[in-house]
């Protein structure tokens, strides 16, 4: 069984810096793209950060210059280190990897159960 667990989250006041972590454990076979997300209060969703296995980053235009993807691979984890945050950026923030695994060799999707990130005025 797969599971991506996330820990990092809190509330941080306009300007601070937060550190999301999240690990990959099961039997897993080959961990691929590993991605954040964020989901609003106002229910928008969207994909914030993405690393390839290779270690290539890509982020949403709203993140750029501030927050930071890294990815260990050798531990199965990702982190997002955020910075310069804004109130905007409250949002409850998911981990997703494309996974192979021992019991199910085709790619798959997997999710974390979130995080919650508030950022005060």
């Known amino acids: 069984q797969v599971q991506l667990v996330e820990s990092g989250g809190g509330l941080v006041q306009a300007g601070g810096s937060l550190r999301l972590s999240c690990a990959a454990s099961g039997n897993i076979y080959s961990l691929n793209i590993m991605r954040w997300y964020r989901q609003t209060p106002g229910n928008q969703h969207e994909i914030v950060a993405s690393?390839?296995?290779?270690?290539?980053?890509s982020y949403a235009d709203s993140v750029k210059g501030r927050f930071t993807i890294s990815r260990d691979n050798a531990k199965n984890t990702v982190d997002l280190q955020m910075s310069s945050l804004k109130p905007e950026d409250t949002a409850v923030y998911y981990c997703?990897?494309?996974?192979?695994?021992?019991?199910?060799?085709?790619?798959?999707?997997?999710w974390g159960q979130g995080t919650q990130v508030t950022v005060s005025p």
């Open positions: 997703n990897a494309d996974i192979r695994s021992f019991l199910f060799p085709e790619l798959r999707t997997y």
């Open positions: 690393i390839t296995r290779d270690g290539n980053p």
